[in-house]
């Protein structure tokens, strides 16, 4: 990715397990690695990423190995074109030293959606209103004291809104 404030590259792949315990819920086990580089770090911002960043403009890169537990619930009516129903994912990560990474954080996520029926056309098409909610929290534990820049949670992307910084809420 290339960013206002650096140039960002991220290799990685992962692998999972997991256990359909209905035809709504699902559990699963995933290890993932994922070596991210960053490089062209534009002057003034070498602040936002670690404490020891070169402040020379060479690149860096760290790794990071991260286990993840995830818990699923979907009672939408259709999979690819539902008219009512809800969805639900609940994830915890943990990346740290302990799984040969560079940092030591954990992180949860929710993602969310409610479809809620209106009102069926003349030609039978149901419309619907989505309600969607993601959030999440990451927090650095161990020997890393501070999220790294490039761990942080960020609004934007193609179905959300875009163009905002980063941010903390404690």
């Known amino acids: 990715r ?15 397990l997991g256990r359909q315990f209905s035809r709504e819920s699902s559990l699963r086990v995933s290890l ?30 760290d790794r990071r190995n991260t286990l993840s537990l995830t818990g699923s ?21 943990l990346t740290g030293s302990l799984l040969g990474a560079d940092v030591d954080l954990y992180r949860a996520t929710l993602d969310t959606l409610k479809i809620v029926p209106l009102y069926t056309d003349g030609r039978g098409r149901v419309h619907t209103l989505n309600l969607s909610l993601r959030g999440g929290v990451v927090r650095p534990y161990g020997d890393t004291d501070v999220v790294p ?3 942080k949670f960020f609004l934007g992307g193609t179905s959300t809104f875009s163009g905002l910084r980063g941010f903390d809420f404690l």
């Open 32 to 61: 993932g690695t994922q070596e991210i580089t960053v490089e062209d770090v534009v002057l003034g911002a070498e602040d936002l990423f670690t404490p020891d960043f070169p402040a020379d403009g060479s690149s860096r890169t």
């Open 73 to 93: 619930f979907n009672g939408l009516d259709v999979p690819m074109d539902p008219r009512s129903g809800h969805r639900a994912r609940l994830s915890g990560d």
């Open 149 to 151: 820049f490039i761990d």
């Open 2 to 16: 290339f960013l206002r404030t650096h140039d960002e590259d991220r290799k990685g792949g992962s692998g999972s």
